[in-house]
């Protein structure tokens, strides 16, 4: 039995595919903390399988694709999905209902009875999941749910469920062991086989009949009993062998239902979670890699959507063909927070999910990468530019020539000649393998001189500022210029007021004094 509710083919592995300190680096960047969360809603199990199942690229457009189809499945039947999890949870948790501790675990019977105990609680399971299938089957549109419904009803039709009854009863030996064995080497038994002892009639029980060969001990023999108990556990060895890996395997199957339905659950809490806050969500459209592609319509930061209850500006932009898009603009004006919502709806998109915006298409890539800025080493070990090199010599180390790189304000720690420098030559090299950049500086040394190279390939945004010193927090394409209007910080955090409110001698003294300090 297969659930296949991830991938039409096989069996998604759950393990990380990049080394932790730089997975637990992109999820500090994108804030994808706050999305493990929102998925959570405070179970345990679903963040788990969230942490694991979000950042698994997928590169397959067929099979992100399938994904959504399951998941818009899930958010139309959600109390259905919830039973169906429900009864998973409920049959992976089969070992907590049964046990038997010690030296049982040696006896054959006492293996069997646990086995076959187990099987009893897990039979319950599939006829509620068969009954489930039976009565909501038709609702599912997806070919996910759809090839996993009919194979509950085709493998758990109602002649094997009554064969599974008879089963078991039988493994309860109502009427004792019979078994066959041969003499071996120094009379040893050996090529002891079970058998079904044969069911005896009213009259054969009444006169004693097909009684067979048996053994009778004395209550208090008990050396006597323990030779027949070994004698059975040989015959039995086998039988409890099998049904023990019976019962591991539909123990299996639920606990891979629980796992896969639980990213979708956790999925719907996201959905929930957004919805109820107003904030748009669509289900991207990905493309195959091989050409670069990107363009949304109101994309916003899902991480920023779920820290605050304000209204969180979209953004537009169309950069199809584009491998290079680079960010500068005023202070403050969105500008990281853009590079987030980017990240986030690649990671989003590629884990089969829906995205925060209006509309998004982009094409896969096989990792997202961040190189953000980061506070200063408090053990004085490295200065700010050795860890940066550092950290991006890591990241080469493992990102491929379809990997997105987003970088927010790479290489500022050092001057701005020397870091335009290194940001041009790491950037040039990244987008020549075939790596998308997305990155935000403030270094116009750096911006002007990709800006200059006329590359159709390049696209240039700028933070939206008005007159007046507002932000828009919305991107435009602009090419950079030579401030990021530092001094309407400035103005915000002194109380000083708007450009022509306030005499330049006043801004320059009050500039002086804060340097000064």
């Not at 009565?135 to 599974?164: K, N, P």
Request: aromatic share 6%.
């Amino acid at each position: 039995m297969r659930v296949r509710l991830l991938d039409p083919e096989r069996d998604v592995t759950l393990e990380p595919r990049l080394p932790w300190h730089l997975a637990d680096l992109i999820d500090d960047d994108l804030e994808l903390r706050r999305l493990y969360k929102a998925m959570a809603n405070d179970d345990a199990f679903l963040l788990d399988i969230a942490q694991k199942v979000v950042p698994l690229t997928v590169t397959d457009p067929d099979v992100i694709t399938y994904r959504q189809q399951v998941l818009a499945d899930c958010l139309a039947n959600r109390a259905v999905v919830q039973e169906m999890y429900d009864i998973a949870f409920d049959g992976a948790e089969v070992r907590r209902k049964v046990f038997l501790g010690g030296l049982a675990y040696r006896d054959p019977q006492a293996i069997l009875r646990r086995s076959v105990r187990m099987l009893e609680y897990l039979r319950d399971n599939l006829k509620q999941l068969r009954s489930l299938a039976d009565r909501h089957a038709d609702q599912f549109r997806s070919a996910g749910f759809g090839q996993l419904l009919a194979m509950v009803r085709e493998q758990l039709a109602d002649d094997y469920l009554r064969q599974l009854d008879e089963q078991l009863a039988e493994l309860q030996l109502p009427r004792g062991v019979l078994l066959s064995a041969q003499l071996g080497l120094g009379n040893k038994g050996q090529r002891h086989i079970l058998h079904q002892p044969p069911h005896r009639s009213w009259w054969d029980k009444l006169t004693g009949g097909h009684d067979g060969y048996g053994f009778t001990l004395d209550e208090r023999d008990e050396t006597g009993a323990q030779a027949l108990a070994e004698l059975a556990g040989h015959a039995l060895n086998d039988v409890a062998n099998i049904v023990t890996q019976s019962a591991d395997h539909v123990q299996g199957f639920f606990e891979r239902l629980r796992t896969e339905l639980a990213f979708y659950l956790g999925c719907a809490n996201l959905h929930d979670r957004l919805t109820d806050s107003g904030v748009p969500t669509c289900f991207p459209v990905p493309t195959p890699a091989g050409h670069p592609r990107f363009g949304c319509r109101g994309l916003r930061d899902v991480g920023l959507c779920l820290a605050t209850d304000n209204e969180i500006v979209g953004n537009d932009v169309d950069a199809d063909g584009k491998s290079l898009i680079m960010v500068t603009g005023a202070n403050e004006g969105g500008k990281s927070t853009f590079l987030r919502s980017v990240g986030a709806a690649q990671v989003m998109m590629q884990a089969g999910m829906f995205v925060a915006a209006e509309s998004f298409s982009a094409d896969v890539r096989d990792a997202v990468f961040t190189h953000f800025k980061r506070e200063e080493d408090t053990t004085m070990a490295h200065g700010k530019l050795d860890e940066e090199l550092a950290r991006i010599s890591e990241i080469a180390d493992f990102i491929g020539s379809g990997s997105l790189l987003l970088c927010n304000e790479s290489f500022a720690s050092t001057n701005e000649r020397e870091g335009s420098q290194i940001a041009r030559d790491v950037t040039r090299a990244m987008v020549e393998c075939g790596i998308k950049v997305v990155f935000v500086t403030h270094l116009y040394d750096l911006a002007h001189s990709m800006h200059t190279r006329r590359d159709p390939a390049s696209l240039f945004l700028r933070a939206e500022r008005r007159p007046d010193g507002a932000r828009t927090f919305r991107l435009r394409p602009g090419e950079p210029k030579p401030t990021s209007h530092g001094e309407d910080s400035f103005r915000r955090v002194f109380g000083i007021g708007a450009p022509g409110q306030v005499a330049d001698q006043q801004v320059e003294t009050a500039s002086r004094h804060f340097q000064h300090q």
